[in-house]
Structures are given as C-alpha cells and as structure tokens.
C-alpha cells in the first residue's frame, strides 16, 4: 500500500487526511467500533496533527449526546501535550477506552468529508513548511487548546468556526503547508472573539432575564 504521506499535490487525488478518514472506516466497519486508544494509534507519523482532526469533527455532526464537550476535552489534553513538544499523544485511561461505533464514525466522516475535501484542494504540500514544522507545532498547542475549550463549551452555534479553524491547522500540519495552518490560527482568532461575544451575550440574556 502507498504511504498517503508521499502523494504529490495532484489536485484529481484525495488528500492525506481523505484517505485516512476512509481508512478509518473501513477500520471501524470490520471491527464494529473503535477506541479512542486504538484510533490514534493507527494514526502513524502524523497522529498529533490527524488527532486534532478527528477530534474536532463530531463537534459538526448531529449526533445525540454530549459530544462536543467529550472531543472537546481530548483536544485540550492534546493539546497540553503539543506545547510540551509530545511527538505521540496519550489519553487518559477512562477517555481511551471510550468505543464510537462504526455507525458514528461513519456518520462523522459522510457528514465532514466535504468540508475536509473543500480544505484539501487549496493545500500546497511543503509550501512554507517552517511554520508547519516542529516548533511551530509547539507554539500551536495554545490556539488549539483554546479552540479545544471553544468546542467544549454548550454554545449555541458556536461550534462551526472554531471546527474550521481546527481543521484548517489539522490539514495543514498534515501536508505541512504552513500558509493553510496561519490561516487556520487566524480564522481561531476569529472563533474566539466569535465565541466570547456568544457567552457575553447569553450571560448579558440571563441577567436582564433574572433582573
């Protein structure tokens, strides 16, 4: 099988992350489920930067229960582990052992694949690759870490952008195209300030409702 990781920029072939997700659920179709433990470990080289992939999509997918804030707190973790310059990211026991059925993961990639194929056609592999590298992924640790928190939260609509911004990193890790990955920092900077006028707004709403 070919490495997805050696694939050239050809615009006509699914991206590295495409090709994962897709492995992912064949994965997940032959073993019924999967934990959170064997998920990112069949991630490879590039399990920090697809951890932060996958754990951001389900924030997007409508799917009953507390999803966002279970993902959520994976990302901060991950997070933390980033800016300590971890290379392969652990989880706690009790989020580890955590089983998604193959009918959710499915579900997550039908319902995200566009938005991740949409990222992948204006990806450049290797274009500026210094601010996709090792350092920089140190540094991106707090931007993902706050995003993390912005996804945990029980915001009302508040989930689009901050996913996006984690996608766009994610991907941009991924092909080390450090143009994609500023401007995934960038669009954070904007879900943040998006997100903090959201909470302000409802906290301005419920006192005005108690008051």
């Known amino acids: 099988m070919t490495d997805p990781e050696t694939q050239t ?7 590295i992350a495409s090709m994962r997700l ?4 064949t994965h997940a179709e032959t073993a019924g489920s999967v934990s959170l433990d064997e998920l990112l470990a069949a991630m490879g080289r590039t399990s920090i930067a697809f951890a932060i992939l996958i754990l951001s999509l389900p924030a997007l997918t409508p799917i009953p229960g507390p999803f966002g804030m279970v993902f959520g707190t994976c990302l901060a973790i991950i997070a933390v582990q980033i800016m300590a310059g971890y290379q392969r990211i652990w989880l706690p ?10 009918n959710v993961i499915g579900l997550i990639v039908r319902y995200t694949g566009p938005l991740v194929l949409r990222v992948e056609t204006v990806l450049r592999r290797n274009r500026m690759r210094h601010l ?3 350092t920089a992924q140190a540094l ?7 995003l993390a928190i912005a996804v945990a939260l029980p915001i009302p609509f508040g989930n689009f952008l901050p996913v996006a911004a984690l996608v766009m990193i994610a991907l941009g890790l991924m092909e080390r195209d450090g143009l994609m990955t500023m401007l995934g920092v960038a669009l954070g900077v904007i ?3 998006t997100s903090g006028g959201l909470i302000y ?6 006192g005005w409702a108690i008051g």
């Open 9 to 15: 920029n050809d615009p006509r072939k699914p991206g």
């Open 22 to 25: 897709a492995s992912l659920v």
């Open 93 to 102: 026991a009790f989020l580890g052992r955590r089983r998604i059925s193959a």
């Open 132 to 134: 996709a590298g090792r």
């Open 140 to 146: 991106l640790g707090i931007p993902v870490f706050l």
């Open 191 to 193: 879900a943040l300030a």
């Open 201 to 206: 707004g409802a906290i301005r709403s419920v």
